[in-house]
């Protein structure tokens, strides 16, 4: 079958951690980019989709290189949508940490989106997209949605949805990072790739 790389969005400047900010790449990020562009210089990609906010759609142009009609934007891998751009994740955090995983997942902020709405609209991007295309692809958004995507991707070899999520709650990757996902075996390799300065 073929290889789908979920790539995180290499380090941005957003010193508040501030959820709804466009921030722009930093010093280190723009390092980490040179990283993901050796690595994907070799590899034979069908598309790239990714986010359109700063840091993910440059992340895949590194990616891209030349190959720029390889790109594809895509509004549905955005992360999640929190209602208040201007609040910090550990606002949300603190709210969130004191819910059961069945509230969690249903749980809307105001003018936001519950993460089963989250999941929704990440899962109708991979019928949509991703179904339709048998070689091997690269998706670039942001840690929240690569959890999201992939917890509802492995839902079954996983054991169901509280295990799931409780695997998706858990789940960091590192700025820059690539995971690997085997479409035919439904194997999954965590960080098959790290930049050298990534945190």
Known sequence: MSNVYFIRHVE??????????????SE??????????EYFAVKSLAKIFHSPLIRARETAMAIAGSRVELLEPD????ERKWGKDDATWQEFWEIL???????RYEYEPPNGESW?????????FWDEKVKKIDNDIAIVSHEGTMRCILAYLQRQQLGGLKPSLEWSITQNF???SISVLDRETMEFEKEAFVPNDSK
């Open 12 to 25: 941005t400047d957003n010193p508040k951690r501030l959820v709804g900010l466009d921030s722009p790449i």
């Open 28 to 37: 280190t990020g723009r390092s980490q980019l040179i990283g993901l562009s």
């Open 75 to 78: 509004e549905r891998l955005r």
């Open 97 to 103: 940490d004191k819910m059961s995983l069945t509230e």
């Open 116 to 124: 089963q709405e989250f999941e929704k609209r990440t899962a109708e």
């Open 174 to 176: 590192a700025f820059g």
